[in-house]
């Protein structure tokens, strides 16, 4: 059995370097194609669409996790950026990233990638701007939060190589991580045991798999390979995805980072709204 975990997480822990690897090189070689500047001035636009569309692809472009999202949307509004685009930003950033849904298309399918990006764009679109409308921007605190460093590209080899080192650093052991865990996962827990009590028709394992998520702090990168277990093993997608999406756009540091920059109020709907999105983005997986 433990030769089996060994051979699984050695093949898993592999597969996730190579691809991780070269995936992380070519986007931060085109990152320097990218006009940050410009893009921002669209976050001031009325023009929803545009300013909407703006934000989805700061936040596919920008690689955070839960927590390291905060000191951006700290500065976005201090610039005096609207409402709508910050909190639209804020939810997209840690559940969209070009590396990490291609790993995601390579281990799940391609299929699940592209429904996974839509579903979590539109749900990220529709919650900020419901809480711009619901008056939520009142519930901001003045505050300054030092470290966050918005992207300077540069069409750079050696800068690129760079980022590359420095992402597989901070990133790398959340991948393995995941990929020992569903190694684990894999050799350990009989398939039986999946299918009976996570598979099937059983949607109520979906709001429940939201909420045990929550207080998690898993980056998309670590459920990527225990998610792909899962599924092998027979879960259902609906609660894979609902747990997927609401432990990586929330989290207990990320909450504590929230409650000095949000009124309670805002936080709370956060929460809710995290909830929301993952129970419905599991429930759409789960009728498809």
Not at 151 to 156: A, H, M, S
Not at 175 to 184: V, W
Not at 231 to 245: D, E, H, R, S
């Amino acid at each position: 059995m433990w030769k089996d975990v060994l051979l699984s997480f050695l093949s898993i822990a592999f597969e996730l370097t190579l691809l991780f690897f070269l995936i992380s090189f070519v986007m931060n070689i085109l990152q320097g194609l990218i006009p940050y500047e410009k893009m921002e001035k669209y976050l001031f636009n009325s023009n929803k669409f545009i300013g909407a569309s703006v934000a989805i692809i700061l936040a596919f472009i920008t690689p955070f996790c839960s927590c390291s999202t905060i000191p951006v949307v700290v500065g976005m509004l201090n610039k005096k950026m609207r409402f709508g685009y910050v909190m639209i930003f804020l939810f997209a950033s840690p559940v969209l990233d070009p590396t990490i849904l291609t790993l995601m298309g390579a281990l799940l399918g391609w299929k699940v990638a592209v429904i996974y990006t839509l579903i979590t764009t539109f749900f990220s679109v529709v919650i900020g701007f419901s809480l711009e409308a619901l008056g939520f921007e009142s519930a901001v605190k003045k505050v300054i939060i030092s470290g966050g460093k918005e992207p300077n590209g540069k069409f750079d080899l050696r800068f690129a190589w760079a980022e590359t080192l420095n992402l597989m650093k901070t990133v790398y052991p959340y991948l393995l991580i995941g990929a020992l865990i569903g190694s684990l996962i894999h050799g350990v827990v009989p398939t039986n045991f999946i299918t009976t009590y996570f598979g099937g028709d059983q949607w109520w394992l979906i709001p429940i798999a939201s909420i045990i998520g929550i207080p998690l702090y898993i980056r998309l990168s670590t459920m990527i390979p225990i998610a792909q277990i899962m599924v092998l093993k027979g879960m259902a997608l609906g609660p894979v995805m609902a747990i997927m999406i609401s432990s990586t756009g929330a989290s207990l540091p990320e909450v504590t980072l929230l409650n000095s920059i949000f009124h309670r109020r805002l936080v709370v709907a956060f929460l809710l709204s995290v909830f929301t999105m993952s129970t419905l983005s599991g429930t759409l997986f789960y009728l498809l």
